[in-house]
């Protein structure tokens, strides 16, 4: 009988973004499949998806039907193991398959960032942290995908088996990767750009979080010094048309461009000159570690996520405090310099490595190889221990 393995999280797009190369790695090793989320996106490497109601929110009472599917889904299928994923969908499986863990069922769970966290907000503390805390108490493995969360998992001692950290969820370096000069100025002049704008590029949701307000703030402050600079923001959500209107009122509305949803950001990044983030908390985003394998130096706010892949005036520079004033001297500084560019970006093309996805996926397939090993040894245990 093939053995059976239950990817869970809030969203499917979260598969989609991060995990299709490791779903596919359970298939080639004879597994099945199986995801559980909300939403009806078509993936592969699926040999059987479950659609539940799942909320980002905490408090919404649609949560506690999804708990129930779930737990439904886990006892019907006998899972050998589980990975979940996101605050909610992390929560909600590990809670589900508290019966399944008792009989064997592997339980893993990935922080893609914990909610509370150095300057985070009191609330966050006072409704995170009790649940990580407890649900650790049901957990076989914390996966950790920065070392500050690492550190805190190990320091306030939460009760998994096991505490690690990978880092991220991996980076495609053959897909993001710089172009040629020539190809660069070629393509940029067939998507209306011209060779001497300074592009600046910021992948995320239009929310607070995001923050693309400060950004825009400090497009303003350096429009007559760098009149070439165009800031492509590419993303949607709640909050995208107030920045648009945010950009008018300050005179910059020309250079912004809000290019929505994309799927091509491989060919969009290696054709600007730097990469920006205006966000308050990451976990370890990857849209910058996209930025750093093309080559881009990147500026960015101070955050856990953002202070681990950028050194300061080694790749890229870090913005403390949400300084428009410093954000938009760093712009400017970029802006004047291509040799500090160019210097910074072959430092990230360096750095960037270790974000690999196939470094990460030497640390998560030996993470998961981990328990197949101790479930064949288990087994010939109790072979063993019935043979004498």
Not at 26 to 53: C, I, K, S
Not at 129 to 158: G, M, Q, W
Not at 181 to 208: H, T
Request: aromatic residues 10%.
């Amino acid at each position: 009988m093939k053995k059976k393995v239950l990817f869970c999280a809030t969203m499917d797009v979260h598969f989609k973004a991060f995990h299709l190369p490791y779903m596919k790695w359970f298939q080639e090793q004879g597994w099945e499949v199986h995801v559980a989320a909300n939403g009806t996106m078509e993936l592969p490497y699926v040999d059987q998806r479950h659609v539940l109601p799942i909320q980002r929110s905490p408090f919404k009472w649609l949560n506690k039907k999804a708990y129930h599917e779930l737990k439904s889904i886990i006892e019907h299928h006998g899972f050998d193991m589980l990975h979940c994923h996101t605050p909610m969908g992390g929560v909600l499986a590990r809670l589900a398959a508290r019966k399944a863990r008792k009989r064997g069922t592997k339980v893993i769970y990935t922080a893609h960032g914990f909610h509370f966290c150095k300057g985070a907000p009191l609330l966050n503390w006072l409704v995170y942290y009790p649940i990580e805390k407890l649900l650790s108490y049901v957990t076989h493995c914390l996966i950790t995908i920065n070392e500050e969360d690492y550190k805190l998992a190990v320091r306030r001692r939460f009760r998994s088996e096991r505490i690690e950290r990978v880092h991220g969820v991996g980076v495609d370096t053959e897909r993001f990767k710089p172009l040629p000069e020539s190809a660069k100025y070629e393509e940029r002049n067939r998507l209306g750009y011209k060779s001497d704008d300074f592009l600046m590029f910021y992948a995320a949701e239009f929310n607070r979080n995001k923050n693309q307000q400060l950004l825009i703030h400090a497009l303003a402050l350096i429009k007559d010094e760098v009149p070439q600079a165009k800031l492509l923001l590419a993303g949607a959500g709640p909050l995208q048309q107030s920045c648009r209107e945010l950009a008018v009122s300050l005179g910059v509305g020309s250079m912004v461009e809000f290019l929505g949803y994309r799927n091509d950001i491989d060919r969009l990044l290696p054709l600007c000159d730097i990469a920006v983030s205006t966000s308050l908390r990451e976990g370890l985003p990857v849209n910058i570690m996209e930025a750093m394998a093309c080559g881009l130096p990147v500026v960015a706010t101070e955050n856990r996520g953002h202070s681990e892949l950028i050194k300061h005036q080694v790749n890229g520079y870090v913005i403390q405090g949400l300084d428009t004033g410093n954000f938009a001297a760093r712009l400017r500084e970029l802006a004047q310099s291509q040799r500090l560019r160019r210097q910074l970006g072959l430092e990230n093309r360096r750095l960037i490595t270790k974000y690999s996805l196939e470094q990460v996926g030497r640390e998560l397939t030996g993470i998961y190889t981990h328990y197949l090993l101790e479930d064949k040894n288990e087994t010939e245990s109790k072979y063993r221990r019935a043979y004498i």
